[in-house]
């Protein structure tokens, strides 16, 4: 067989399953047919190299992935339009996953890619692509109500949302591959020919001491009618953070440039919680600095600025990125604290978030826009104190300043003033607690699942003791359950969270003083049960906390932890079942209260 009767038949054989593929793991269905499309033109331009794998496919496959990634913006909500409830549902229950697990579960159910074979794809140990199947599994599974066995068989039901793709016969794509071939070897000499020329015009830090000289970096194309203002100032690698400006993070420890680079190679995934290669993936620039400070405890930090074509995409990829952190789906990862940070470019702002897996890592994100530019620096610390809240500020200050300085806006980052402000919303269910909220439960190592908001009609969260009824006093009401597939623990653990919404705070307020008074009565109704008030929530709260017991048999005693928290004209109650070896104290339990409080906010 000739090549190209050998790359047709490959290209009819397996582009149907690659854009089905492609279209899962990004919803977003144009993006996914363009990216297939320009993926196999690629292949036929370097046909040789890929050919040279024992299935061609896993030369294409991550190139399909990754530019459909870069391609697709918006949400996949509010890009798949026109679906079957089912296929949506499906498709909602994989962009809930961090990538890590989407990616994996994808390339074993949908692709058939053994796992051994998926982490060397994914760039990653086979131990931690079982992990990340086994909490996507459970993280899927839990979304659509069904077994694990039955993941790929809703998976494949994806085909029919892609009846209407087409894609170009294989001549067509293959005359694509030949110009794709000579336009490479004419800006190959070109840029031969401007290299040595022009060498200096490429940007890079100076090299100081140690520090590895930076790779080269892509700067941003000239300016076109709908790219950015022929005026603008953008940013190049002399605007990076130096040592100096990232010591912030650990002033006792010194620090080194590990690399600088446009992060173009690899998958590139550089912090935890990251979703895709850019938050912009139509901006014009992107560069990328990595450091390392000595000694203990051990500290690595990493500065990103995205240059977007216009102020308005910019704040697009900041929010991107602000949504990658506030609905990290990571085992035993939590959402600490949340900060807005004044004085600091056009927003900005700081979150801590902490993986409580042995050693201990917390992360300080600090986020900022200014004008087309988008900069965020990730500290990370093992097993040690981070900086605060006011060193992580000023070291964002350091990094907009150069921005604000082109910009003739110095004053943007002169005097940062960060304060306390409930979370980021996190996903589509506003006003219910986040997977990212919930602390870790014992020695579990398995992530939560939140199931999806339901009508209030049952309280889920109510005990024998409050019966609490939303249905009746709110306006609305919603109830979410959270549980840990993949622990195999006992089926009454589990936290439930029930929220309300009442037509004034006078009837919220009574609504509260009902359930206190059905709690003290609760001894002398049931005697089988010991009830014991943990306070109220103080800091000028209004909220409560209960600890009960109930004796179900001679041999067995059910616990539970429940509170309610005001805030307004709108309730929360939070119910706790723990188990054995999965058990949630009291100060965490009053603390992931506060956090419900918080986020009532987000009902409006």
Known sequence: MGREEQFDSFYLATRRALVMQTFALTGDLSAAQGAVRDAYTAAWHHWRKASAHEDPLDWVRPRAWQLAQRRHTARLRQRTKGLRPETQDVLDAIAKLPAS????????????????????????????????LRAAAAGVAAALDIGSAAIREHLLELDAAIAD?????????????????????????????FLTVAAGAFAHEPRTGSEPEARMIRQPAPATSDSAPAESKLPS?????????????GPAQS???????????????NSICQQSRFADPDGLSAMVREFRAKGRPSRTATQTIEISRTPEQAETAYQTVVGWFAGCQEARLQLLRAYDVSGVGDRASVMFVRVWEEPVTTYSVAVSQVGQVVTSTIGTTVAGQTAGVDRVARVLAESVAPMCAQDGEEKCAAAPKASAVPPPVAGSEEGLLAVVDLPPVGAVNEPWVGTTAQTAKQNPAETTCDRADFSRGAKRAMTRTYLIPGARLPTRFGLSETVGEFRSEEAATRFLSNIRAKVAGCEDRDLATEVVDAGDLGGGRSGSVWQLSTEISDAETVRFTMGFIRVGNKVAQLTFAPADDADMSLTDFRALLVRAGERLGELG
């Open 237 to 249: 690698t002399d605007d990076l953070l130096n040592r100096r400006a990232i010591a912030g993070l």
């Open 101 to 132: 697990q989407r990616r994996v579960i994808l390339l074993t159910q949908l692709a058939g890619v053994p796992l051994d074979k998926a982490a060397r794809e994914l760039n990653t140990t086979e131990e931690q692509a079982e992990r990340n």
């Open 255 to 269: 620090w080194r440039v590990e690399e600088t680079h446009d992060n173009t190679d690899g998958n590139g995934i």
């Open 165 to 193: 793709a087409r894609l170009p016969r294989a001549s067509i794509i293959r005359r694509a591959g030949v110009k794709r071939r000579r336009s490479h070897t004419a800006i190959a000499a070109f840029t031969a020919a």
